[in-house]
């Protein structure tokens, strides 16, 4: 498309989220969106009204639209064609099932669509809402492309949601490497940090590293949380009923995290439910070892070296002295024992993100699915 002065114009795209608050689509779409430079314009929707991820834009300014509540889906739909006839995109960029209503708005606006799956609804945990997998089947087949960032959500859009397997992209998330990381955290002080960055969410489960990090026998060691939310309060009490309270730092949420992947020695992510955390590639980048649970893409991201500290999960309803969940305080003592061992871990590490997770090769694979959505190389779908 070409400006008044014969120039092109940079393709439009408009960015629609349940929510623009601080997490891990937002971040990673953010980082896409700078690494392409100026290929696109962009424009973002909060259909919840909580735009915190503008913390993260600094200098750029592009246009932010709220939604505020409450309001009813036909509501969001309403203002959300509204939002498209004002900034006319070029294509329309979905995320999550909490942002299908900007899906359904792009389709029957006839703008071209690339929707992203990334995140398991909590709701939808313990299995699949019937009202939901049906707009999801008529809306998602007509999308131009359906982006995914773990392999298992591939399979899912394909069989539960019946979208052709050739607008299925699998594109893993990335980061840029960070400056000085491993010379920094080993000037930061001898006391060993363990660290993990999350929203202090039930699914994230802070309370499975507290009751790890209590059963460390080095009594000297620290635990650095970054993160809030809900679970936050439960993780400080337990912290004070087994003892350790006054060892473990509870930061909240930041804008950057990486000064304080600067002060871990080991990283550490208890999660219950995951895809592909961008909190285990920044660690990864930063040089750190890792101790994990076995979720999400988690296993297949880390090097072979690593995969001794991946751990199983315990069965839904399992006490907690599970021997699964004994497997994870026992990997995160490995660890904090083992300097050798976290040195030769977090170089193997730090070498795997750089070649199979940066952030430019995956902007490039970003650019050209939406590049081929707007062109209309993938043939588009009608709603009927």
Not at 135 to 141: D, E, G, I, N, S
Not at 205 to 217: C, E, Q, S, Y
Not at 318 to 329: I, K, L, N, Q, Y
Request: positive net charge; hydrophobic residues 45%; glycine residues 8%.
């Amino acid at each position: 498309m070409l400006l008044g002065d014969g120039a092109p114009r940079p393709w439009r795209l408009l960015h629609v989220f349940a929510t623009f608050d601080v997490g891990g689509p937002q971040v990673r779409t953010l980082a896409v969106c700078r690494e392409l430079g100026g290929r696109y314009e962009h424009a973002f929707v909060a259909a919840d009204g909580r735009c915190g991820a503008t913390s993260l834009l600094q200098d750029w300014a592009p246009p932010v639209y709220a939604l505020q509540r409450p309001a009813s889906a036909w509501e969001q739909l309403r203002r959300m064609r509204t939002w498209i006839r004002e900034f006319r995109p070029d294509l329309v960029l979905s995320y999550n099932w909490g942002a299908m209503m900007g899906a359904v708005a792009a389709i029957t606006c006839g703008v071209p669509l690339v929707h992203h799956e990334e995140v398991v609804p909590s709701q939808e945990r313990d299995g699949p809402l019937r009202r939901r997998e049906w707009l999801r089947r008529r809306v998602l087949p007509r999308a131009r492309a359906v982006v995914c960032v773990a392999s298992r959500m591939v399979d899912t859009a394909v069989r539960r949601w019946s979208v052709p397997r050739a607008r299925c992209h699998w594109i893993a998330n990335g980061v840029a490497p960070p400056a000085d990381s491993v010379e920094r955290r080993c000037q930061a002080g001898r006391q060993l940090v363990v660290g993990c960055v999350a929203h202090a969410r039930p699914e994230k489960n802070w309370l499975r590293l507290i009751r790890a990090f209590a059963r460390l026998r080095d009594g000297a060691a620290k635990l650095l949380l970054v993160g809030d939310g809900p679970q936050r309060e439960d993780a400080a009490k337990l912290a004070r009923a087994l003892g350790v309270a006054e060892r473990i730092e509870m930061v909240g949420a930041v804008p950057d995290p990486n000064p304080w992947y600067r002060r871990m020695h080991v990283f550490a992510l208890p999660s219950d439910d995951e895809q592909h955390p961008i909190a285990l590639l920044e660690a990864m980048s930063h040089g750190l070892p890792v101790v994990a649970t076995d979720v999400g893409d988690v296993r297949r991201t880390l090097p072979a070296i690593q995969q001794g500290l991946v751990c199983k999960t315990a069965e839904h309803g399992a006490p907690v002295a599970s021997t699964r969940e004994d497997g994870f305080s026992r990997a995160l003592a490995r660890l904090v024992g083992d300097a050798a061992l976290r040195e030769r871990l977090g170089e193997a590490n730090r070498v795997h993100v750089e070649r199979y997770f940066g952030l430019a090769t995956v902007a490039e694979r970003y650019a050209g699915v939406y590049d081929g959505a707007i062109s209309g190389e993938v043939r588009e779908g009608v709603m009927a």
